[in-house]
């Protein structure tokens, strides 16, 4: 049976390869998400990625697309810092996932030290550029694949 990973991206990281490429780099959205739905293949997995710029449709394509996913993998961008209702629902999904920051947050400034969403994931890959997106990915589908407990 395939695992079915859900992959959110969150604002602005449409603009990737062009937006502060010191800071995350030249690759864009559409690379990673190519690599991804190459890796899941290799891994017997699947990949459906959204990005949005808009909380509420973020929220939306967990409460949609979610239940029928096996896990998530989320870099909600800014939201990340704030967004009590991200955090809600990726909470209400109890889905196993993993969130991804292509820099180091820690390194940042100190407004970006904080993820409010992190302590309703199962991990966080941070600071490792556009590869933290695939490590993400084949720790997800390691987990599941393996029946461990997830929680």
Not at 58 to 80: C, E, H, P, R, Y
Not at 104 to 128: D, Q
Request: hydrophobic share 40%; proline share 3%.
């Amino acid at each position: 049976m395939m695992i079915k990973i859900l992959v959110l991206h969150g604002p602005n990281l449409n603009m990737l390869g062009s937006r502060e490429p010191e800071i995350y780099g030249k690759t864009t959205l559409e690379q990673i998400n190519t690599r991804l739905q190459r890796l899941a293949g290799s891994l017997g997995g699947e990949v459906e990625a959204f990005q949005s710029n808009s909380e509420g449709e973020l929220i939306d394509l967990i409460q949609k697309k979610g239940a029928a996913s096996d896990g998530l993998i989320v870099n909600l961008g800014a939201f990340t810092h704030y967004s009590i209702a991200l955090r809600d629902a990726i909470s209400w999904l109890a889905k196993p996932t993993i969130e991804v920051h292509i820099s180091n947050i820690y390194a940042r400034e100190p407004f970006r030290h904080t993820s409010v969403t992190a302590p309703v994931c199962r991990g966080m890959i941070t600071g490792l550029g556009w590869r933290g997106y695939l490590f993400a990915l084949e720790a997800l589908l390691g987990l599941l694949q393996e029946g461990e407990e997830i929680s």
